[in-house]
């Protein structure tokens, strides 16, 4: 039995970067051998899948084979008898990521020219194993946005483009087609990843309701440069969706994938909202009012949700930070109006229900109008 890093690992390695973690393929493993792994600690990943864990949570997978049998991305049989490190690396997507590293004897095993690839900076398929599963579109998708400077090869774009075109990415699962969209968010250049899909015509089985125009794709790279983090998914699934009907999504579901419902929510904020929120300096006291009041501001997180609401407009320059202030300003004037006399009002029986609602709306006008006095 003998163990090689593999994958990402080596490609980060020869391109200078730092990896973020080893994977290992394991070759000539027999049961013994598996039974010893298990008796160190390592657990296997499922009772048919030939990857294991081990304590210090690296991945170990015997070197396998795998066979198409039906479609989409779980239609395959694996084999693990008897194969070669360079079987279990012709298995692999892209060259760039078919190289392994033989760490006793210091070198690298590259079959398939995969470091001939990386400096010429050339996104190449294996095999023709490659058509044999869909994802591996959205990962190739991926990666141009991750390596901006690299090219997909002619015959691995003409592969990829049949591959849309014969309908294997229809039957590609809503949930994982969503983790490869989320993935290439946080890549360097993640409108490259969508540019790319609606060149090969995927983007319009995928995400219909986006229009990949260059604005957009300008917008997209703009926010994952320059959006504090935890703000990155939202600020794109907002331009993502901008035209999409978002009344008609019920729990996340989209034509082509199932996203978590708060990118929804975000959006449709955002659709809603925008415009009023843009010509903030331009309106009366009671309509700054009613619109903290109908986006419901205090109960999504108050003032912290509003620096992030703004940010979005701020990072897109469709706000500025004097305008930002007045906001968060007005804010803090609503949200400090002295509601106690409605409150005693209240437990007395005097007013309830919607007489409630509206003294309390009526409070606040008057509060904000003095700050315009």
């Known amino acids: 039995m003998k163990k090689y890093i593999v994958g990402g690992y080596c490609r980060d390695k020869l391109l200078g970067l730092t990896p973020k973690d080893r994977d290992f393929v394991i ?17 296997q990943v499922g009772a048919d899948f030939p990857v294991f864990i081990s304590p210090q949570g690296e991945e170990y997978a015997l070197a396998r084979l795998e066979r198409k049998t039906g479609l989409g991305y779980d239609g395959f049989d694996v084999q693990t008898k008897n194969v070669t490190l360079e079987q279990d690396l012709s298995r692999r997507d892209l060259t760039i990521n078919a190289i392994a590293f033989d760490q006793a004897k210091r070198i690298y095993i590259d079959p398939y020219n995969g470091q001939e690839d990386l400096k010429n900076k050339v996104l190449r398929h294996v095999s023709p194993a490659f058509k044999e599963d869909p994802l591996r579109v959205l990962r190739l998708a991926r990666f141009a946005a991750r390596y901006s400077d690299f090219k997909v090869h002619p015959d691995t774009d003409k592969m990829v483009k049949e591959m849309v ?17 989320e993935k290439a968010c946080t890549e360097n250049s993640p409108s490259i990843f969508f540019k790319y899909l609606n060149d090969i015509q995927a983007l319009k089985v995928l995400l219909p309701e986006f229009k990949c125009t260059q604005i957009n794709q300008k917008k997209i790279d703009t926010i994952a440069k320059n959006a504090t983090s935890s703000y990155v998914h939202d600020f794109i699934w907002a331009v993502l969706l901008e035209k999409a009907d978002l009344s008609s999504i019920k729990g996340g579901e989209l034509s082509g994938m199932k996203v978590p419902v708060h990118l929804i929510k975000f959006s449709s904020l955002v659709q809603k909202h925008a415009s009023t929120l843009l010509k903030f300096r331009k309106l009366k006291p009671e309509e700054m009012v009613a619109l903290f009041d109908s986006m419901n501001v205090k109960n999504l997180g108050g003032e912290e949700f509003l620096y992030k609401f703004c940010e979005y407009f701020i990072i897109n320059k469709e706000l500025d930070t004097e305008h930002e202030e007045l906001i968060l300003k007005v804010y803090d004037t609503y949200i400090d109006t002295d509601l106690s006399s409605i409150q005693e009002k209240q437990k007395a029986g005097i007013i309830n229900g919607l007489e409630v609602r509206d003294a309390v709306h009526n409070a606040r006008v008057v509060n904000v109008s003095k700050m315009f006095i």
């Not at 075109?165 to 490869?180: D, F, S």
């Open 165 to 181: 075109l014969g309908g294997e990415i229809n039957h590609l699962t809503k949930e994982r087609v969503y983790v490869e969209f």
């Open 27 to 43: 070759v000539g493993a027999n049961e013994w051998d598996i039974k010893q792994l298990i008796l160190q600690g390592y657990q």
